[in-house]
């Protein structure tokens, strides 16, 4: 087997981010629409926007590395997104839907956060400047859309779920 080197990695972990940006391009609708709450349907619409904003600064990284825009099968993303229609089935119209969906969101803005934070330092140490630069954009969104989840179930959320 060849000796793999970081520029491997970081063009495979690449790969896979793209697969779960675009996986959750289409879970997001769904989202959206079995929320109760219209703060919540209204974030998840706007999360989607940057989603397909963070899609095109990938497909930029992809170029600056010469490489084309592809994804690889993501397994995390996968299990993550099919738990979070199983949270949906389940607590279908309940007020704890919400509450479920959150979390659900959660989960995908976690992984991101690893996966965005990991290729941003891999970017700058293969000095990879303008591709760090673009990561570290749609990191800071991520952690942004997180923070305004948070806030959300603690403020209303939540609180109509108990």
Known sequence: ????????LFLHTLKDVFYAENAITKALPKMSKAAHSKALK???????????????RLEQVFKIIGQKAEGVPCEAI???????DEVADEFKGSHALDAGLIA???AVEHYEISRYGALRTWAEELGMNHAAKLLQATLEEEEAT????????????NTAAL
């Open 146 to 157: 997180d923070r305004s989840l948070t806030k959300l179930a603690e403020k209303k959320v």
């Open 42 to 56: 209204q974030a998840f619409e706007t999360h989607l926007k940057q989603t397909e904003g963070q899609i095109e």
């Open 78 to 84: 996968k299990g993550i997104l099919k738990e979070g």
């Open 1 to 8: 087997m060849a000796d793999k080197k970081l520029d491997d």
């Open 104 to 106: 659900a969101a959660q």
